[in-house]
C-alpha cells in the first residue's frame, strides 16, 4: 500500500505545483529539495470545539480526536518508522486557532519570503 502511495505522491508532485494534504506527503517527499512541507496544528481544546460545532458531543469529539491522532501516529510510525509529526520535516507549522484564512495567508507568506530568499538579487537593486 505504501509502495502506492509513494508512487503516486512523487508522480503528483513531479508535475509541478501541487498541495498534498496528508497521506505522508512530507516523509516521501523529504528529500525533494523543491518541497514546501507545513504543518497545521490545535490544541486538543481547539479540535475538541471544531468537532462539537459540526454536531457531535463533547464525549464523541473527545473520542474522535483520540482516534484520529492515534491512527495518524500509527500510520507514519509503522509505514516510516518515524515518529508524528516529526518536526524536521516541516518548513513551518501554524496553529490553527486563528483560524483557517489566517492558515493560508501564513502559508501564502512564507512561501513568498522564501521563494524571495531563493530569487537572484538583480546586480542594480
Not at 516510516?80 to 483557517?100: H, Q, T
Not at 489566517?102 to 502559508?107: A, L, P, T
Request: hydrophobic fraction near 40%; charged fraction near 25%.
Amino acid at each position: 500500500m505504501v509502495e502506492v502511495l509513494r508512487k503516486v505522491v512523487e508522480d503528483v508532485a513531479s508535475r509541478g505545483n501541487c498541495v498534498i494534504v496528508g497521506r505522508g506527503a512530507p516523509y516521501i517527499l523529504r528529500d525533494h529539495p523543491d518541497a514546501f512541507h507545513v504543518f497545521v496544528y490545535a490544541s486538543r481544546e481547539e479540535k475538541i470545539l471544531r468537532i462539537k460545532s459540526i454536531g457531535k458531543t463533547e464525549k464523541e469529539a473527545a473520542q474522535l480526536v483520540s482516534e484520529i491522532d492515534a491512527e495518524r501516529a500509527s500510520f507514519i510510525r509503522h509505514y516510516f518508522g518515524s515518529e508524528w509529526p516529526c518536526r524536521a520535516l516541516y518548513n513551518v507549522m501554524i496553529n490553527s486557532k486563528f483560524g483557517d484564512e489566517y492558515v493560508v495567508e501564513m502559508i501564502l507568506e512564507h512561501i513568498a519570503a522564501l521563494e524571495k530568499l531563493h530569487t537572484p538579487q538583480s546586480a542594480n537593486a
